[in-house]
């Protein structure tokens, strides 16, 4: 991988993982060292009950690399992509739209939540869930870290 697809898999992936966990989802390990060199994972521990929720998690990863760098984003990735239709399959396109925008929303929000993470990811490979859950509440107490 070069430094700018790091870059914008470690964005993806704190992405979900911020996300996630806004909406209580706890994870064992989050890594940008996956086995086909392309993209990174989140092992989240539990999955949500709420569907749209789910949706959200999924869809924060590609919002997080359109934040980050609107020209660098590629589509959403394969795996996302299907997990989502599943989720919205049934929703009408203008209650899709409402969650894109609202997923955007969300990663606007969190985005110094999520840069502190990706920034931890480009550093280590990988971050712990205990370790996540530190550097997002030291973000949470000081906003403007
Ligand atoms: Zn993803």
């Known amino acids: ?9 470690a964005y993806h992936e704190a992405g979900h993982a911020v996300i996630g966990y806004r909406f209580g989802q706890r994870f064992a390990d989050l890594s940008i060292q996956s086995s086909n060199g392309r993209e990174g994972f989140c092992h989240f521990f539990s999955g949500l009950n ?11 990863g590609h919002a997080a690399e359109k934040h980050l760098c609107q020209s660098a984003s590629k589509k959403p990735s394969r795996s996302d992509h299907r997990k989502i239709c599943q989720l919205t399959g049934a929703m009408s396109s203008s209650e899709f739209k409402a969650l894109l925008k609202q997923a955007d929303e969300l990663v606007t929000a969190n985005w110094h939540q999520i840069q502190a993470v990706a920034k931890r990811l480009l550093e280590e490979g990988m971050v712990k869930g205990g370790m996540f859950a530190e550097i997002i509440e030291a973000k949470d107490t000081n906003r403007d870290g």
Request: aromatic share 0%; proline share 5%.
């Open 50 to 60: 709420n569907p749209k929720h789910a949706a959200l998690v999924l869809l924060a």
């Open 1 to 9: 991988m070069n430094r700018i697809d790091r870059e914008i898999v």
